[in-house]
């Protein structure tokens, strides 16, 4: 059969199209499957067939939170203060060794409202990080981010406020969100009219200011605020060690680290006195011993052990 002109080119194209994307977010490579599509986006002829896993950590969370606002409302009607006084995170339930609370303040909430944002926000960005990063990393970012606002509480508000550490674990999803997409735009309504767009890192930098504001302005009586701080910093963290994000300063200054030392075994023996010493010698003799930086006297301090290297091969 003859082939029509131009009908390899047409080929070539469908072909490219069908393939896989390699890189999303001005040039970063994914760090996820390519299977995967993000919940409510509708597939691109870049994505592959995807079968949407079932969300028990995060469903089950959810229904945690709301099994357990609900026999904290029931609580506080039988008993009123129970809850404040035995289950809320507090630095003299510290003092007596009432530990189950830092099991129990991770589910409390502070009213009907504070529950219903904290659930809407882990369900509508929470799909997307646990279809990422797995359903058993999405759990132990959660309990990473409520741990450490549970800490953050203790350590910033006052001896006499009481935390409901239920927004711990929220915000630390919240920021892994960001971290991992962060240039992924995300449609808001405000007062239900006014649609907003904004970038999901812009919505982490929001929460911090917030977090912020919060342990500077109310540090009184029961809070719920004062985890977000630690479980914005878990949920940073959490998302660099799975991979994602830019690299930190720390990161940047180990990696440079184990390069410099992967290039000294590398380097023969006088490769490393005509590279390295050399020109640290002739600096000497322009500007003498004291102009010498910190990492200079090291480089010389490891002469001594590239020269018996190079006496042992002679």
């Known amino acids: 059969m003859r082939k029509l002109p131009g009908e390899a080119a047409i080929r070539t194209s469908r072909d490219r199209a069908r393939e896989p994307a390699e890189f999303i977010d001005n040039g970063f490579p994914l760090r996820y499957s390519r299977d995967m599509r993000l ?3 509708k597939p691109s002829s870049f994505t592959r067939r995807w079968t949407q896993r079932p969300r028990v950590i995060l469903l089950g969370l959810i229904s945690a939170n709301v099994i357990a606002f609900g026999a904290q409302i029931f609580l506080d009607a039988y008993q009123p203060g129970f809850v404040r006084e035995y289950l809320g995170l507090s630095d003299r339930g510290v003092h007596a060794a009432y530990g189950w609370q830092f099991f129990t303040a991770i589910l409390l909430h502070d009213g009907p409202w504070h529950l219903v944002g904290n659930m809407l926000i882990l369900y509508l960005l929470g799909r997307d990080v646990e279809s990422i990063i797995g359903q058993r990393q999405f759990l132990f970012l959660y309990l990473a981010g409520a741990a450490a606002g549970e800490l953050g509480h203790l350590f910033l508000m006052p001896a006499t406020s009481v935390l409901f550490a239920a927004s711990g674990g929220v915000a630390a999803v919240l920021v892994a969100y960001a971290t991992i997409l962060p240039e992924l735009e995300l449609t808001s309504m405000i007062f239900l009219l006014l649609p907003v767009r904004l970038k999901a ?3 982490a930098y929001g929460a911090f200011v917030i977090a912020i504001w919060g342990v500077t302005l109310d540090r009184s009586g029961a809070v719920a605020h ?57 600096k000497i003799s322009r500007e003498g011993l004291q102009s010498l930086t910190w ?15 190079k006496a042992q091969t002679d």
């Open 226 to 282: 004062s985890a977000y701080l630690g479980g914005i910093v878990a949920g940073w963290f959490y998302a660099h060690l799975l991979g994602f994000g830019r690299a930190s300063i720390l990161q940047r200054a180990l990696r440079q680290r184990r390069a410099d030392v992967e290039r000294y075994r590398a380097m023969t023996p006088d490769q490393f006195i005509s590279e390295e010493v050399d020109p640290i010698l002739d």
């Open 39 to 41: 919940s409510g986006r």
């Open 295 to 309: 990492s200079e006297r090291r480089t010389l301090a490891r002469a001594p052990e590239k020269i018996a290297e």
């Open 201 to 203: 890192k812009y919505l």
